[in-house]
T-cell receptor, first 112, second 112 residues
């Protein structure tokens, strides 16, 4: 089955800096790669996603890149703000009703 | 817009007791997923249903069972509760093949 690895596990940046979180996946059949932001005790919130037919996607300060050959994808947050502080999860799934397999999470701390 | 509804939001049980969690998916979403998230952990896939049939099974203990009913709501039944079952339980729904999962607010189970 699919296995998703994520790093770093913690990331501390200063406000205004950029943050990059990286994930690798094992199943070459996976074709959907979402990123979720989760605050303590809350549900995961989708912040951006990318499908395998696209190499990069951007939404304001957030961008995701996908390298299908290397089986890795990354989340880029620019101009970080304290409210970006949360745990971020990458995930991967295949087609149909394939379950999402999550990475182990990255705790991002943005200091003012 | 309607979201995934989970109940109860909080539940406290004693060891060896039974608990039932309910999930009402977004209308016209035919696939339901259950995830368990322990403290500081990533969400772990338990089980999913498509059109009222089990579609996939993950790390769900034999003490747990689930089903999806004719109105598409789903219930997760947990028996012989153990301390380690204390976690946030998320239900998510999606239209088949869409990829994106829509998460409910979660049910926090505490086993004493």
């Amino acid at each position: 089955g699919e296995n998703v690895e994520q790093h770093p596990s913690t990331l501390s940046v200063q406000e205004g800096d950029s943050a990059v979180i990286k994930c690798t996946y094992s199943d070459s059949a996976s074709n959907y790669f979402p990123w979720y932001k989760q605050e303590l005790g809350k549900r995961p919130q989708l912040i951006i996603d990318i499908r395998s037919n696209v190499g990069e996607k951007k939404d304001q300060r957030i961008a995701v890149t996908l390298n299908k050959t290397a089986k890795h994808f990354s989340l880029h947050i620019t101009e970080t703000q304290p409210e970006d502080s949360a745990v971020y999860f990458c995930a991967a799934s295949g087609t149909g009703f394939q379950k999402l397999v999550f990475g182990t999470g990255t705790r991002l701390l943005v200091s003012p | 817009a309607a979201g995934v509804i989970q109940s109860p939001r909080h539940l406290i049980k004693e060891k060896r007791e039974t608990a039932t969690l309910k999930c009402y998916p977004i209308p016209r979403h035919d696939t339901v997923y259950w995830y368990q998230q322990g403290p500081g952990q990533d969400p772990q896939f338990l089980i999913s249903f498509y059109e009222k049939m089990q579609s996939d099974k993950g790390s769900i203990p034999d003490r747990f069972s689930a089903q999806q009913f004719s109105d598409y709501h789903s219930e997760l039944n947990m028996s012989s509760l153990e301390l380690g079952d204390s976690a946030l339980y998320f239900c998510a729904s999606s239209p088949r093949g869409a990829g994106e999962l829509f998460f409910g607010e979660g049910s926090r189970l505490t086993v004493l």
